[in-house]
């Protein structure tokens, strides 16, 4: 009986506890598993001219910029770039978050469009809020919330053990013998 009232206090208090960074880790999380489903999180990705690439990274960076909202003047304004070959695409994404999407073959722009995904996994994680967030909110939050689940787990399959135990009692069987009681 100790252990099940200090699950259950665990269990409350922990649910307290991790409440918020929880409902943005659930929250984010469901977007993230959609990303490729909806085009508001990430642009759908476009296919390009299969092949080797026949774009240099003059002629990239030259199509970023004529691209006014990205807001790409140079190189350090395009934090990562994605290569997607079999695709025949790139990716570049500014610093505005702005995902730029170029034929490899070409060099010309198959879809412009604002990308959230990395900023929902920012959130995510914890790290959009201040760096320290991560390791000190988030992840405590992620270590209660299997706690909830295992304290969840174990007080879910109490009343079912209980039931067991009285069934072996009334057939007059000790719950851990296999010859009757006398």
Known sequence: ?????????????????????VIVILGT????????????????????????????FEQLLATARAIP????????????VEMRPQKGLVKLIS?????????????AVLHSAYRRSDIIEALHDGSWFFPAAKL??????GIILLGLWLTGLYLFLLPFLAKRRQRARLAG???HSTTPAR
């Open 1 to 21: 009986m100790r252990a099940q009232k200090a699950f259950r206090r665990l269990h409350y208090w922990g649910a307290a506890i991790a409440a918020l960074p």
């Open 29 to 56: 999380g469901l977007l993230l598993q959609l990303k490729k489903n909806l085009t508001w999180v990430q642009p759908t990705e476009f296919r390009g001219t299969a092949g080797a690439p026949q774009v240099s």
């Open 69 to 80: 909202e990205a807001g790409v003047r140079s190189w350090d304004d395009i934090p990562r």
């Open 95 to 107: 610093a505005n978050n702005t995902e730029i999407q170029i034929d490899l073959g070409s060099g």
């Open 136 to 141: 000190w909110v988030f992840l405590p939050a």
């Open 173 to 175: 069987i000790a719950p």
